[in-house]
């Protein structure tokens, strides 16, 4: 059974532009759940969505953005990047059944701002 | 929100030792897992113990919901070991916290040969 997948792996965009990062989870799972890892501020939450609805959102400013597919597939999107974007982003998806909330992480992209 | 707390912060062993990490939570959760994040960033799921105890090898975990705590035990100790360990929780108070899990500050482990 394939785990979650995140494309791309390795991405440098200059200040300014825009990047969107995607995530295809394991296969029945309906929730999709965003992440940031600085070595700063650790991981940090940034939104969930379940059957194509965010049902929940942290607190990171409104450029940080997301959506999900009717496959379960999600993206995010970070526009007008700023240097202490760069990051390690990861997404985690889970069967989100009933009490069973266990999840699983990708291999993560690594997204540096230059 | 809930607040996760790891110790200790940083752990450093020789091959063969045993260890104990631990992780205080100040609420009641419904999820609360174990990670180790291996040196290309992927969180490898170690356990999914919202409460009781299990055992994977020559790992086991215990949680004590009722105290707010968790252990991770690693016992015979190697050096692929080695790497930051995270405990995550979801708590249990409802719809705002619904997906998300919320990060310790991780215990870096070194072992070494």
């Known amino acids: 059974k394939a785990g979650v997948t995140q494309t791309p792996r390795y991405l440098i965009k200059t200040r300014g532009q825009q990047v969107t990062l995607s995530c295809s989870p394991i296969s029945g799972h309906r929730s999709v759940s965003w992440y940031q890892q600085t070595p700063g501020q650790g991981l940090q939450f940034l939104f969930e969505y379940f059957s194509e609805t965010q049902r929940n959102k942290g607190n990171f400013p409104g450029r940080f953005s997301g959506r999900q597919f009717s496959n379960s597939r999600s993206e995010m999107n970070v526009s007008t990047l700023e240097l202490g974007d760069s990051a390690l982003y990861l997404c985690?998806?889970?069967?989100?059944?009933?009490?069973?909330?266990?999840?699983?992480f990708g291999q993560g992209t690594r997204l540096t701002v230059v | 929100g809930i607040q996760v707390e790891q110790s200790p912060p940083d752990l450093i062993l020789q091959e063969g030792a045993n260890s104990t990490l631990r992780c205080n939570f100040s609420d009641s959760v419904n999820n609360l897992q174990w990670f180790h994040q291996n040196p290309w960033g992927q969180l490898i799921n170690l356990f999914y113990?919202?409460?009781g105890t299990k055992q994977n090898g020559r790992l086991s975990a215990t949680t004590v919901a009722t105290e707010r705590y968790s252990l991770l035990y690693i016992s015979s100790s190697q050096t692929t070991d080695s790497g930051v360990y995270f405990c995550?929780?979801?708590?249990?108070?409802?719809?705002?916290?619904?997906?998300?899990?919320?990060f310790g500050q991780g215990t870096i482990l070194t072992v070494h040969p």
């Open positions: 985690a998806s889970s069967l989100a059944s009933g009490q069973i909330t266990e999840a699983f």
């Open positions: 113990i919202p409460s």
């Open positions: 995550a929780v979801e708590p249990s108070a409802g719809g705002t916290s619904y997906g998300k899990l919320t």
